[in-house]
């Protein structure tokens, strides 16, 4: 019995093999020389990045001098964004006509579909990146160039042509991406809603920027019940609130700005031990659970599942103000009502967590100094014009924001950018911005693994900042393996 | 092993210790018929399967330019007690399997069976059960994060109006098991029609055989229609319990885990610890525990089935 | 069948609530799609657009190659549909109306096929198609429906295969016909239903498949509407007026093939010259 099945096994086997072997022959009569290599490294991980994606660049190994170049670039977007990309390829290839630039658009599961390539050594030559994704588990295994040495001799990209906070290193000297453009955190609010209610609203200059228990108290003038009353006001019932003075998004984004205005850090200096559970990162985030569930000016984690979007939610007053991105403008843009941006109120000084996402070059492209050419293209505020000025991207060049004619472009006379802009988002982009957490702080995932779940308890009222903090304190500082930023 | 829905055939064939002509006959014709499906399975599906049993036992991560063979580390880091999770994420997949498969089951089998009544506009009702499976997910994940909401949404509401308890669904560390399991009730149209397409395969003589004895339709629904539907009960049972096991989009796209992980399902876990944290050895190892456990269920499920399972084509 | 009034009627009933719940993500999705941005996500949901967009759909569609993504799909979707039909109906019948020594345990092997999750399975079967030479082609999506269509597919018209009397395949036996005319003359008309179940799930399948494309294809002149529907999703924030929009274009075809498929299904088959 035993013996007979194995029989049909085996053949089975022997046919199998036999028809890969026919059908690996037919495609390498068909497709010429894109298999070259391929069959030589059966053990992915074995041929290292040598020969990595090179394969599949018209046959490099045979070009002559003029020989046309083919550059793969990854990346994700909308449909507008991925114009702007286009358009600055388009560019690209105009100013470099022996360049051809292959885009391609992954906008879903674009870390699936990269590592996908990592694996089968199809790596594009630029790719679009995430810091709290892949980017860094990449870097760490040594994938992208090192930009410093491109910053360096470079004569129009160089660190300080650049905004703050918009390059990201693995350490210190060792640069493996940069952003197409800062983003800030700002506090958004209706115009109207403050008119109707008597309330000066913020003031956009930083040096003057809301204190916390100023912007509490405002908050709670601007919390209004079903029966017309605010949370100052006697008999207010905190459950059944019309309208919440705060929108107060939770993730990691938002709660940085005010860990890092209260001085407190996601790390100590050192980068040694865990600094979220130290009195000023406990307090500041004390401080937003409690606009939540002390004072009831803010919807809850549950509540705020109803209120999706930023525009949506001020446009119909369901809240008075709300923290969020920069990039929010752009949809506040068409929507049409009066709303207006100021700096996050401030705890001890005024800060804006800068996020980015960001282009690096894999070190297994065969064309590194074209593909520098291209990333610089692609970060170039000239290019993308369109979706700066739509709101959703910010300018990564200095210049667009110190000199008065190029800022002007960008800035005047535009439904994106109200009269708070230059003092919440362009001053404090330049004078008070920091780093995210993502591009310093090493094991970033895993110890937000460990820290979510912790606050999750404490956005429900259910412990104290510190209870949660101190709880998880030990589980998460297994996971802290130190800073990018220092050696 | 030897997972035999059928009778024993073969055993009865290992008594005579013969060959006869006509199971020779159809020995070709059996792997003649299914030899396409078995090649596929050999070409498609071992070769991936091997490889990541092998990876299982290595410490691959996909960005790394070297692996190294680590023999059964990974399995034993898994059972050392050191990754909670692990722990965690398989006992809220088996809360989810065990509350989802008899409600997927009992509640798709009632429907077919108001499908499969003869009222107008049938057509537009089986087209209408099954719509939600084919919306795509970024929509209807906006209705059920609406529905469940535990303020404003249309649950509670109706439960408060009712003067019940209203609970926080996706939100509450004890009920998000059973929300989700409530959102994935929406999905049930192919099991339905499956059904359907069972209870469409009952000749109609048998019925008539009752009509002709007086019998109504509890005599019609216990004594034919459950009997001749059991091969498409197994099936659906089966297949629910190999998805259920599997379930990973909803936490993926409704909670991310969470509440405090009590959402974090077994294979939602492993991709992320697959394509997130790029360990993609340790995740072949959480995988093949997970291929072990649906086995054996399975397994026991296809032994049981020969005391329940009725194929008119397959009597000795 | 004849059914009483009063059944009738409670089943109607039933019928009609049990749709009102299943129809709601449809309905949203459809009015989402000619919604204003601003008016998709207020909560409680509203059900009229005011004002109405249709100029959504002539966006979404227009924005994006739309035409190369819905040919695409069409070709991948009925090279996988007749493959997928001819090969399971083809292995189901040696799995279940032949016997055959090892039939059990090589069904048995064949179903653990289902049982490993894909995570772990994607990038092997990506590295060994590249091998070969098919990345960026549509054959990892479209040949293996040929090998058998499916474990699923073979299992489940295994069950309706194994439910037909013996007795049929007997009598054609003594007429003198041979396994392929049992297949062809009896086991497919009278397991109509369940084809038809395997031809609509392997077509909404295939239509609906993001990761198979997403993976395989690289090109953007050959990707397929499931891979375009993702490319309205931003960095920042997607353009959820025009992804319903597309989404639900995407979508009318299943509806209308699923309403056409399931009215084939058959009505209760008759035996007949067998004693009930």
Redesign the interface.
Do not use: C, H
């Given at each position: 019995m035993v013996r007979k099945q194995w029989k049909f096994v085996s053949v089975l086997l022997v046919v199998m093999l036999s028809s890969i072997a026919i059908l690996s022959g037919c495609t390498k009569s068909d497709s010429g020389n894109t298999n070259a290599n391929a069959n030589s490294n059966a053990n992915t991980n074995a041929a290292g990045s040598n020969g990595a994606g090179a394969d599949e660049n018209a046959g490099s190994a045979d070009a002559g001098s003029g020989e046309k170049i083919k550059l793969r670039l990854t990346g994700w977007g909308a449909p507008d964004e991925v114009a702007a990309y286009k358009f600055a390829i388009e560019k690209f290839e105009k100013a470099h006509p022996n360049i051809n630039v292959e885009f391609q658009a992954i906008s879903a599961d674009y870390d699936t579909k990269l590592t996908t390539m990592v694996a089968g050594n199809d790596e594009p030559d630029v790719a679009m990146m995430e810091s709290a994704t892949i980017a860094y588990p990449l870097a760490e295994q040594g994938k992208f160039v090192n930009l410093q040495d491109y910053l360096s001799a470079d004569t129009e990209v160089t660190p300080d042509a650049l905004v703050p906070n918009i390059t990201y290193s693995a350490e210190p000297g060792n640069v493996i991406g940069i952003g197409p453009g800062p983003e800030t955190f700002v506090l958004y609010y209706n115009e109207d809603v403050f008119k109707a209610a008597g309330i000066e609203p913020p003031p956009a200059d930083p040096a003057q920027a809301w204190k916390w228990d100023q912007f509490v108290d405002v908050a709670k003038r601007l919390t209004i019940d079903n029966k017309g009353r605010n949370a100052t006001e006697e008999g207010f019932d905190p459950k059944s609130i019309k309208q919440f003075g705060i929108n107060l998004p939770t993730w990691w984004g938002v709660y940085s700005n005010f860990i890092y205005s209260n001085g407190g850090d996601f790390l100590s200096a050192d980068g040694k031990t865990l600094a979220l559970n130290q009195p000023e990162a406990v307090e500041a985030l004390q401080k937003m659970a409690d606009l939540i569930n002390v004072y009831h000016v803010a919807p809850s984690p549950l509540q705020s599942k109803n209120i999706p979007g930023t525009n949506v939610a001020l446009q119909t007053k369901k809240v008075a103000m709300a923290f969020d991105g920069q990039w929010a403008t752009a949809s506040l843009a068409q929507s049409k009502f009066n709303y207006n941006v100021a700096p996050m109120p401030v705890l001890k000084q005024p800060v804006t967590t800068i996020v980015a996402g960001m282009f690096s070059i894999f070190k297994s492209t065969k064309h590194p100094q074209e593909s520098w050419e291209l990333l610089k293209a692609l970060i170039d505020p000239d290019a993308s014009l369109d979706v700066i000025t739509a709101g959703t991207w910010m300018p990564s060049h200095k210049d667009w924001y110190t000199d008065a004619d190029k800022l002007a472009k960008w800035t005047q006379n535009l439904p994106s950018r109200p009269s708070g802009y230059k003092g919440a988002v362009i001053d404090m982009l330049l004078n008070h911005s920091h780093a995210t957490p993502t591009s310093y702080v090493k094991n970033f995932n895993k110890i937000m693994d460990v820290i979510n779940p912790a606050m999750d308890k404490v956005w429900l009222g259910k412990q104290s900042a510190k209870e949660a903090l101190d709880a998880v304190a030990a589980k998460a500082q297994e996971q802290v393996q130190g800073r990018r930023d220092v050696k | 092993?030897?997972?035999?829905?059928?009778d024993g055939?073969?055993a009865r064939?290992?008594k005579k210790g013969t060959t006869s002509k006509r199971?020779r006959k159809?020995?070709f014709?059996?792997?003649?018929?299914?030899?396409?499906?078995?090649?596929?399975?050999?070409?498609?599906?071992?070769?991936?399967?091997v490889?990541?049993f092998y990876?299982?036992l290595t410490d691959?991560?996909?960005?790394?330019?070297?692996?190294t063979f680590i023999g059964f580390d990974n399995y034993a880091k898994l059972f050392s007690g050191k990754d909670e999770l692990f722990y965690q994420s398989l006992g809220a997949t088996f809360y989810f399997v065990v509350l989802r498969v008899p409600a997927v089951i009992i509640i798709s089998f009632l429907?077919a069976l108001?499908?499969n009544?003869?009222?107008k506009g049938r057509?537009?009702?089986?087209?209408?059960?099954?719509?939600?499976?084919?919306?795509?997910a970024?929509?209807?994940s906006?209705?059920w994060?609406?529905?469940l909401?535990?303020?404003?949404g249309?649950v509670n509401t109706v439960l408060d109006w009712l003067h019940l308890p209203t609970s926080?669904w996706l939100?509450g560390e004890k009920s998000v098991i059973p929300s989700i399991v409530l959102t994935t009730l929406?999905g049930i149209?192919?099991t339905v029609?499956?059904f359907?397409?069972?209870?469409?395969?009952?000749?109609?003589?048998?019925?008539?055989?009752i009509d002709v004895d007086g019998g109504g339709?509890y005599h019609k629904l216990r004594h034919i229609t459950i009997p001749?539907v059991t091969?498409?009960i197994?099936?659906n049972t089966?297949?629910t319990i190999?998805g259920s096991f599997?379930v990973?989009s909803e936490a993926y796209i409704l909670t991310q885990g969470?509440?405090?992980?009590k959402s974090m399902f077994f294979?939602f876990y492993?991709?992320r610890t697959?394509?997130?944290?790029?360990e993609?050895g340790y995740?072949?190892a959480l995988?093949?525990i997970?291929?072990v456990i649906?086995?054996i269920f399975?397994f026991i499920v296809?032994k049981t089935s020969k005391s329940w399972v009725h194929?008119?084509?397959?009597?000795s | 069948m004849r059914e009483s009034r009063l059944k009738l009627t409670a089943g109607y009933v039933a019928l009609l609530i049990v749709s009102v719940m299943f129809i709601v993500p449809f309905v949203w999705l459809l009015r989402s799609s000619v919604m204003d941005l601003s008016q998709i996500f207020i909560m409680p949901p509203e059900w009229i657009p005011k004002p109405f967009h249709f100029e959504n759909f002539k966006k979404a569609l227009t924005v994006l190659p739309f035409g190369t993504f819905f040919t695409n799909t069409i070709i991948i979707v009925f090279s996988v549909l007749l493959g997928t039909v001819v090969s399971s109906t083809v292995a189901a019948f040696g799995f279940s109306r032949i016997r055959w020594k090892g039939r059990d345990m090589i069904f048995a092997v064949l179903m653990t096929g289902m049982m490993l999750p894909a995570a772990v399975t994607l990038i092997p079967s990506f590295i060994g198609w590249k091998e070969l030479g098919f990345y960026d082609t549509f054959y990892p999506l479209i040949v293996p429906a040929y090998f058998g269509g499916g474990i699923f597919n073979i299992f489940l018209l295994r069950q309706f295969y194994l439910t037909i009397p013996q007795d049929f395949d007997e009598a054609a036996f003594v007429d003198g016909a041979n396994y392929f005319q049992i297949y062809w003359r009896i086991l497919l008309p009278l397991s109509r239903s369940a084809v038809i179940v395997v031809a609509l799930f392997t077509f909404l399948g295939s239509w609906n498949d993001f990761m198979g494309p997403l993976i395989y294809l690289k090109s953007d002149s050959r990707f397929t509407l499931a891979l375009g529907l993702q490319m309205f999703q931003g960095s920042y924030t997607a353009q959820w007026d025009l992804l319903m929009a597309a989404s639900a274009t995407v979508v009318l075809p299943c509806v209308v093939v699923f309403l056409v498929g399931q009215r084939y299904f058959l009505e209760g088959i008759t035996l007949t010259g067998l004693k009930g």
């Open positions: - | 092993m030897g997972i035999s829905a059928v055939q073969t064939a290992r199971e159809a020995l014709y059996g792997l003649l018929f299914t030899s396409p499906a078995i090649l596929g399975f050999l070409i498609y599906t071992l070769g991936p399967m490889a990541s990876l299982s691959y991560n996909v960005f790394k330019d070297q692996t429907l108001l499908l009544m003869n009222v057509s537009m009702f089986r087209t209408i059960i099954y719509l939600p499976s084919i919306v795509p970024v929509a209807s906006m209705i994060l609406w529905l909401n535990p303020d404003l249309l926080s939100f929406w149209g192919g029609i499956i359907l397409a069972g209870l469409s395969g009952i000749p109609k003589q048998y019925y008539e055989a339709w001749m091969p498409t197994f099936f089966i297949m190999i599997q990973f969470g509440p405090n992980n294979v492993l991709w697959a394509f997130r944290d790029t993609m995740a072949s995988a093949w997970l291929f649906i086995l399975t296809f194929y008119e084509g397959d009597r | -």
